[in-house]
């Protein structure tokens, strides 16, 4: 892999998506479950320079950005905030009862939005036609992180079993794990390996980083991985975009959002 560029500057940004040849970034400029009201979204061009720093303002701790038509919808500790890509104006925030870390955001085709609350709530939520209820609450989401949807097929990426709540340390790391969304059944793809975060996919495999060892990492189609790179601490939310080949890694700690070219 090679680093083709890098943008610094940013509050811990957690999430990317593309939009009409920029890129979005949702700061969480503060702690992740903290409702401080500094949390923000930063418009990005594509070779990394920053257009907007602040494009979309007024939110707590905004994690996971997804876009259905003109509309962004992303995930800020307890609501699901909808923003206006032509305005960068909030619409409507829709509260998800009980939830205490709305974290990342997968959104179908048809528009249904599929949310993970991961600390605390052990649950994905999801937001159809203007509402939000409760899909899934289960031990053996193993504390959902990162979505990917394929299908009635929700694979999730897993950080695992809190057993230090102030630092997020596990006793047992998180795994992939697919959703049947027909029956709720869930089935492990890998065993478990480490604290996981962003999820895409990448031909047969799929991608993922892990937050707390760093690294990007690939799990192929028998659930066997391999590290790609390795990254700081802090490697969340990633983003694969097929058509350049690059990966997209917003890195919270350090404050920066670096693009890697998966070589042939």
Do not use: C
């Amino acid at each position: 892999m090679e680093k083709i560029w890098e943008t610094s500057g940013l509050e811990v940004p957690e999430s990317i998506v593309h939009y009409q040849g920029h890129y979005y970034v949702s700061n969480v400029a503060g702690q992740p479950a903290e409702k401080n009201g500094l949390g923000y979204i930063s418009k990005i061009s594509e070779n990394g320079e920053i257009v907007v720093q602040k494009w979309a303002v007024g939110f707590n701790a905004p994690k996971g950005l997804g876009i259905h038509g003109s509309e962004m919808f992303v995930a800020d500790v307890d609501v699901v905030a909808i923003v206006d890509m032509n305005t960068g104006k909030i619409k409507k925030k829709l509260h998800a009862e009980s939830a205490t870390f709305l974290n990342d955001i997968e959104i179908s085709s048809s528009g249904d939005v599929y949310v993970t609350d991961t600390f605390g709530g052990n649950a994905i939520y999801k937001v159809s036609e203007g509402t939000i209820s409760l899909l899934l609450k289960s031990e053996g989401l193993n504390y959902p992180n990162g979505l990917l949807l394929e299908g009635d097929n929700l694979y999730v990426s897993t950080w695992g079993v809190v057993t230090n709540p102030e630092t997020f340390e596990t006793e047992v790391p998180g795994k992939l794990v697919r959703v049947d969304l027909k029956t709720k059944e869930l089935k492990d793809i890998s065993t478990s390996f480490g604290n996981l975060d962003g999820l895409a996919r990448f031909g047969d495999s799929f991608l993922v980083s892990d937050w707390i060892a760093g690294g990007l990492l690939a799990i192929d189609t028998q659930g066997n991985v391999n590290e790609l790179l390795d990254l700081a601490p802090g490697s969340a939310d990633i983003f694969y975009e097929e058509g350049s080949n690059l990966v997209l890694v917003p890195e919270m700690i350090e404050g920066k959002l670096s693009a890697y070219k998966i070589k042939d």
